[in-house]
């Protein structure tokens, strides 16, 4: 028999109860998924919550990344993933022998990592760091410190130009954040000359230049819920908006839809098809099985482990 919407989240609850396991969901997750989550966040937030929890499960509701960071973090722990194929566009742009190569052309340089990579691309990494603390982890690094910077290439050439490093940079990047353009923004500016342009780090330069505040998700929706403004543009995934709406009732949310949509049509918003493989009946299914759960290689989590650490001591 087929749960109803409703029936499911009573059911998702009344496991995560039964089996002392908590629910983390990305703020790019469907509506239905932040409503039932245990916590709701951005990449950063996401790993020091798994890094803190003495939950004896977690389900991690966003990309299979961020389910191995959750398990670097908390070995001893169950970790599931609702659906393991939720991978990610900008992880897979940056493969661990295609970095080890690079490294090895380049001796004497440390490696920093966006958090989107795989645990065997952060076993060769010196430290991790996420859009909402990259500036003050490159910040900390000693002025002459020869750095590569992986993979999101738009994130790693913001860094640079707001610190004045020279950074090698990894040629990757996040194929939502890169369908975003400068010409769908100053449309929307037409039609609503009054709203603050928002735009996430990944996107790139020309999109970054014509925002008025930039940076994390966390970031642009810390900005919506202090600002006294009531109209905003955002040009980042578009699951935000639900948080968004929901914690700033009064105010209007308006996506940046992206140039061209992957079916070659355009569409009213950007989102990431990945992120929405997160259902509430593979939650339900995976809470029920346990499974599909995440292990990661021993020897490459202890490496591995190592940057993501120092990420949370830097920031």
């Not at 020279?166 to 194929?175: P, V």
């Not at 949310?253 to 009213?268: A, D, K, N, Q």
């Not at 990661?296 to 202890?302: H, T, V």
Request: with cysteine.
């Amino acid at each position: 028999m087929m749960l109803t919407t409703e029936e499911l989240k009573k059911e998702i609850r009344r496991m995560c109860d039964e089996k002392g396991a908590i629910i983390l969901a990305h703020y790019y997750t469907i509506g239905d998924i932040q409503d039932i989550a245990d916590f709701v966040g951005d990449s950063l937030a996401l790993a020091r919550k798994a890094a803190e929890t003495d939950a004896k499960v977690m389900v991690m509701c966003g990309v299979h990344f961020m389910a191995e960071t959750c398990k670097l973090l908390s070995p001893d722990k169950i970790v599931l993933c609702p659906d393991t194929e939720a991978g990610c566009s900008l992880a897979d742009s940056c493969k661990a022998e295609d970095l080890k190569k690079f490294k090895d052309e380049h001796p004497g340089y440390q490696v920093i990592s966006y958090v989107n990579t795989t645990a065997a691309v952060k076993a060769l990494t010196d430290v991790v760091v996420t859009s909402g603390n990259a500036k003050k982890v490159v910040d900390q690094l000693p002025k002459d410190a020869k750095l590569i910077f992986g993979p999101d290439y738009n994130l790693g050439n913001y860094i640079n130009e707001v610190t004045g490093r020279q950074m090698l940079l990894w040629n990757g990047g996040c194929h939502v954040h890169e369908r975003f353009s400068v010409s769908k923004i100053l449309e929307l500016k037409k039609q609503y000359p009054d709203a603050i342009v928002m735009a996430h780090l990944e996107c790139k330069a020309p999109v970054l230049a014509a925002a008025e505040v930039k940076g994390s998700t966390a970031t642009m929706l810390n900005y919506a819920q202090q600002s006294d403004k009531k109209q905003f543009i955002v040009a980042t995934e578009a699951g935000i908006l639900h948080e968004m709406q929901r914690t700033c009732p009064d105010k209007e949310f308006i996506p940046v839809p992206p140039e061209i949509s992957e079916s070659g049509l355009e569409c009213s918003c950007n989102e990431c098809n990945y992120m929405k493989l997160n259902t509430l009946e593979k939650v339900y299914n995976c809470l029920k099985n346990m499974s599909p759960q995440i292990e990661i290689d021993p020897e490459i989590a202890k490496e591995a482990v190592k940057p993501i650490n120092r990420m949370l001591e830097l920031s």
